[in-house]
C-alpha cells in the first residue's frame, strides 16, 4: 500500500530497470532498457538496489505468480476476482491491488479506500474519513468509482492556478449553472448542499450509461457525482 513516496517509487524503480532490465540497441538515454521481466525479478535480490527485505519478497512473490498463472494483467477479469487474486499474495493489500486494477487493467469501478489522500480529500471539512466512512460514501458511485479516484487526487494538487478536482481545461467555472443537487440520478457528497457556495466546478465525462458529472466547490471539494442518462 501507501508505504512509499512516489519520488522514492520512482527513483526504486529506475534502479531496477537499469539493473536487470533488457538493454535496447540504439535507444535513446534513459529509455535504454525494457522494464525487467517477471523471470528476471522471480530470482532478483533488490535489496541489492536499496529495497526493504519483505519488499524485496513481495516483489519476487509477484514474478513468480504471474509466471505460474495466479496472477495475470487480464483486462477480462473481473474487479473482485482480481482483488481477491493479488490479495492472496504475501505483502499485497487491499489498496495495491484496487490500484493495480485501476491503472494497469482500467477497471472503472476501482477504489482503493484506504487511500489517505482520497479519505481527505472527500471529506467535508478536511478531517480525513475512515476507510470504512469512504467506502461507505461510494457505494452510490458504482460502477464508476475509479472516475472519482482520479477527479480526487487532483483536488489534492498544491497548485492554486488548477481548478479544484480536475485541474485542467476541460474543467470548467460555471457560477451560473444551476445549484448542484438539480442533476437528476445526483449523488449528494461531503458538505451539505444549502451551504453557501460562490462558485460550482463541473467536469463532465462520458460513459457507457450516459454523461458523469463531477461537482466541487471553491476550496476542491468532491460535492456531488451524478448520472445524467442519455
Keep these: 500500500g501507501q508505504q512509499v513516496s512516489v519520488a522514492a517509487a520512482?527513483?526504486?524503480?529506475?534502479r531496477?530497470?537499469?539493473r536487470w532490465g533488457t538493454p535496447l540497441a540504439q535507444a535513446p538515454a534513459g529509455l535504454d532498457r525494457l522494464?525487467?521481466?517477471p523471470a528476471a525479478l522471480a530470482?532478483?535480490?533488490t535489496t541489492a538496489v536499496g529495497v526493504t527485505r519483505a519488499r524485496a519478497e513481495t516483489i519476487r512473490g509477484i514474478a513468480r505468480a504471474v509466471l505460474d498463472g495466479r496472477v495475470a494483467l487480464d483486462r477480462g477479469q473481473t474487479l473482485d476476482a482480481c482483488v481477491a487474486r493479488w490479495t492472496a499474495l504475501p505483502g499485497i493489500g487491499e489498496w495495491t491491488a484496487h490500484y493495480i486494477a485501476m491503472r494497469a487493467l482500467?477497471?472503472?469501478d476501482?477504489?482503493?479506500a484506504a487511500d489517505l489522500v482520497l479519505r481527505r480529500v472527500a471529506a467535508p471539512d478536511g478531517t480525513p474519513l475512515s476507510t470504512k466512512a469512504l467506502a461507505a460514501l461510494a457505494e452510490a458511485w458504482h460502477p464508476w468509482r475509479a472516475y472519482a479516484v482520479m477527479q480526487l487526487w487532483r483536488a489534492a494538487s498544491p497548485n492554486p492556478r488548477r481548478s479544484p478536482l480536475a485541474g485542467d481545461e476541460a474543467f470548467r467555472e460555471e457560477p451560473d449553472r444551476p445549484p448542484a443537487g438539480s442533476c437528476p440520478h445526483h449523488q449528494p457528497t461531503g458538505k451539505p448542499m444549502n451551504s453557501p457556495i460562490d462558485t460550482l466546478y463541473f467536469d463532465t465525462l462520458p460513459?457507457?450509461?450516459g454523461v458523469l458529472t463531477l461537482v466541487a466547490d471553491a476550496q476542491g471539494h468532491l460535492?456531488?457525482?451524478c448520472f445524467e442518462h442519455e
Design 43 to 45: 530470482q532478483a535480490d
Design 106 to 108: 482500467g477497471h472503472t
Design 207 to 209: 460513459s457507457p450509461l
Design 223 to 225: 460535492r456531488e457525482i
Design 110 to 112: 476501482a477504489f482503493p
Design 16 to 18: 531496477l530497470v537499469q
Design 10 to 14: 520512482r527513483t526504486l524503480a529506475a
Design 35 to 37: 522494464f525487467p521481466t
